[in-house]
């Protein structure tokens, strides 16, 4: 069976530094950090006192206000930004068998804000059961996707993907798939999170997952520096249409970039730590090397999961140089993360958009706030620090991984007909 061929015909993003593609990719390039103090609660009484949140943001610009009541804000999240993508795509959904697009999408943790006042409103009571009706259905995970396709009547393929820290790249590889199968036309796919909440915070506080410094939060995103002590939590959401070529040909559809293949693998070694050597990531891109049938002296940049971890970094940094041997110096490798923070189950999507667009302008997005090199790092390596570098990008390849040992990889390549 001959696979077909997949592209990238959309992009929506909201996120930390900028609530469109358009202001993202800006804050990308100019190395903007989107690190300040937490709005969203009061956190005096938390160790660590500042996130990237989602700034300038009102959510009843774009969903009226009764609607967005029963949703949780990473289904708001996703909603926002299909919308984008769908526009961007300028697929004219009347025209189109709407049984024959679908949405899969990607949440780590899902409605964990909704869960968490649902809970202190039971505990303020007098131990009588009352929760509100829309608890359960602004929760669940896979709710996220189930409203995309409510709004625009996608009766394709629907779930979401849960894998942590990975979960939107993998489902960026489920649609994928299912479109180089012959099973689907078209696929909104991505992933949103929202949890920048006390509940969320002190979890990964008392795991010592997140950097403390309450000092200078605007820097504390630090990937591959030697003074780096954690990640910093981020929220958004990203959501990219993905389009089987003949069909975005036949409707002169805008092609960003094919997406040439996925990879997954797990470390099976630790439930939040990575392997020391790096082999869940050093599997996992190899794997992708081979579903996307290149070299890996084809790959000209890498968004590197690059949390800002003191193990994590270092394990990523030991794989890409057992998978690309010399070519990996040849190679500007970078941490978006640095600028948007961790979104978790947002992450795979919002880095993937980075990688495409990095295709699309020729230019490389910086890894920010570094200060000290690190040597356990080969220092050899291209880690694109501070200042984005233009350079052609022909292949592009992003990488997440999750908490529970759970790797994905996805390539993209120029487009050429």
């Not at 300040?36 to 160790?47: C, E």
């Not at 779930?159 to 180089?180: G, K, M, P, Q």
């Not at 509940?199 to 520096?225: E, I, Q, W, Y």
């Not at 990095?358 to 620090?385: M, R």
């Amino acid at each position: 069976m001959e696979l077909k061929r997949v592209v990238v015909t959309g992009l929506g993003a909201l996120t930390p530094i900028g609530n469109n593609i358009q202001e993202y990719w800006d804050a990308l390039v100019n190395g903007v950090s989107g690190a300040a103090p937490i709005t969203h609660f009061d956190a005096s009484k938390s160790k660590t006192r500042f996130a990237c949140e989602v700034k300038n943001f009102e959510v009843t610009d774009f969903i009226h206000r009764k609607e967005a009541r029963r949703m949780d804000r990473f289904t708001q999240y996703a909603i926002i930004v299909a919308d984008e993508a769908i526009l961007d795509s300028k697929l004219d959904l009347e025209k189109e068998d709407l049984d024959r697009i679908g949405v899969i999408w990607g949440a780590g943790i899902g409605g964990i804000e909704t869960f968490q006042e649902e809970v202190i409103n039971f505990a303020k009571g007098d131990g009588t059961p009352k929760f509100n009706p829309f608890f359960i259905p602004k929760m669940i995970a896979d709710i996220a996707p189930g409203q995309i396709s409510i709004k625009y009547g996608l009766r394709g393929p629907n779930f979401a993907t849960v894998s942590a820290c990975a979960s939107s790249a993998n489902s960026i590889i489920d649609a994928f798939n299912y479109i180089r199968l012959g099973q689907a036309d078209v696929f909104v796919t991505g992933g949103s999170e929202a949890v920048v909440t006390v509940s969320a915070m002190g979890g990964f506080n008392s795991m010592h997952a997140l950097s403390t410094r309450n000092d200078d939060p605007r820097t504390a995103s630090r990937p591959f520096d030697k003074d780096r002590d954690g990640f910093v939590l981020g929220e958004g959401a990203g959501a990219l249409i993905l389009e089987e070529y003949e069909h975005a040909k036949a409707r002169g559809a805008k092609i960003y970039a094919e997406l040439l293949g996925g990879g997954l693998s797990a470390d099976a070694h630790h439930i939040t730590a990575p392997h020391p050597e790096g082999l869940g990531a050093l599997a996992v891109m190899k794997n992708c090397l081979k579903d996307a049938n290149l070299k890996p002296e084809d790959v000209d940049a890498i968004n590197m999961h690059g949390t800002s971890t003191p193990l994590g970094d270092i394990a990523e940094s030991k794989a890409i140089l057992k998978v690309f041997g010399e070519h990996a110096y040849n190679i500007n490798i970078n941490s978006t993360k640095s600028m948007t923070g961790h979104l978790l189950g947002a992450a795979g999507a919002i880095e993937a958009i980075a990688s495409i667009l990095s295709i699309e302008h020729g230019i490389v997005p910086p890894t920010i706030n570094h200060f000290t090199d690190d040597d356990q790092l080969d220092s050899k390596l291209n880690f694109t620090f501070n200042k984005a570098q233009k350079r052609e990008v022909k292949v592009a390849m992003s990488n997440t991984f999750g908490f529970g040992g759970h790797n994905a990889c996805v390539l993209f390549k120029k487009f050429e007909d």
